[in-house]
T-cell receptor
Framework: RKEVEQDPGPFNVPEGATVAFNCTYS??????FFWYRQDCRKEPKLLMS???SGNEDGRFTAQLNRASQYISLLIRDSKLSDSATYLC????????????FGRGTSLIVHP | SQTIHQWPATLVQPVGSPLSLECTVE??????LYWYRQAAGRGLQLLFY??????ISSEVPQNLSASRPQDRQFILSSKKLLLSDSGFYLC??????????????????FGPGTRLTVL
């Protein structure tokens, strides 16, 4: 089993839709979790950290489920500009404190 | 505010040629620094990280090397490029945690990247 797994997609949704992505991790001792956004041929940019209690930033909600070992990202009222690849990052996998990136989930929001 | 610079933005090099990519960070002191590579259609692979001047840890065996000659400067090098070295090279920084434990709690910020094509 890979350390951090994401469904590559693409998720193809209309504007205004709600879409959710999951990211599973293999090491139950993982400490920190983040979501990044990466536009085509650009660097990843931090979208939000994922706290145990969950957190919300506008249309974006991130949650952590330690029992099932996954994090999720929910995007409400999708905009065309949300089209990107969403990367999850887990720190503290495999006995290391080095960040491990998932391969990303591609989101395409169409008119 | 902190900024991170990388250059060049794009590079086309022949197989067997040397490589030097530079990354500098402004607006922070003693950052943790990282080099990643992203091959086409693949995830980010951590190549090197550094918690201080002259301290380099390698994550994967390869023909690349890294150096940190100054606090906010991180250099990725190769003596002889391979075709498989093609990819998108990203430098990142995070707040210095002091040790590997606190390293884990700090989010990373990426530079604009260098797109390397080896022919």
């Amino acid at each position: 089993r890979k350390e951090v797994e994401q469904d590559p997609g693409p998720f193809n949704v209309p504007e205004g839709a709600t879409v959710a992505f999951n990211c599973t991790y293999s090491n139950s001792a993982s400490q920190s979790f983040f979501w990044y956004r990466q536009d085509c041929r650009k660097e990843p940019k931090l979208l939000m950290s994922v706290y145990s209690s969950g957190n919300e930033d506008g249309r974006f909600t991130a949650q952590l489920n330690r029992a099932s070992q996954y994090i999720s990202l929910l995007i409400r009222d999708s905009k065309l500009s949300d089209s990107a690849t969403y990367l999850c990052v887990v720190i503290g996998t495999g006995g290391s404190y080095i960040p491990t990136f998932g391969r990303g989930t591609s989101l395409i929001v169409h008119p | 505010s902190q900024t991170i610079h990388q250059w060049p933005a794009t590079l086309v090099q022949p197989v067997g040629s040397p490589l030097s990519l530079e990354c500098t960070v402004e607006g922070t002191s003693n950052p943790n620094l990282y080099w990643y590579r992203q091959a086409a259609g693949r995830g980010l692979q951590l190549l090197f990280y550094s918690v201080g001047i002259g301290q380099i840890s390698s994550e994967v065996p390869q023909n690349l090397s890294a150096s940190r000659p100054q606090d906010r400067q991180f250099i990725l090098s190769s003596k002889k490029l391979l075709l498989s070295d093609s990819g998108f090279y990203l430098c990142a920084w995070s707040v210095h945690g002091g040790d590997l434990m606190t390293l884990s709690y700090n989010e990373q910020f990426f530079g604009p990247g260098t797109r390397l094509t080896v022919l």
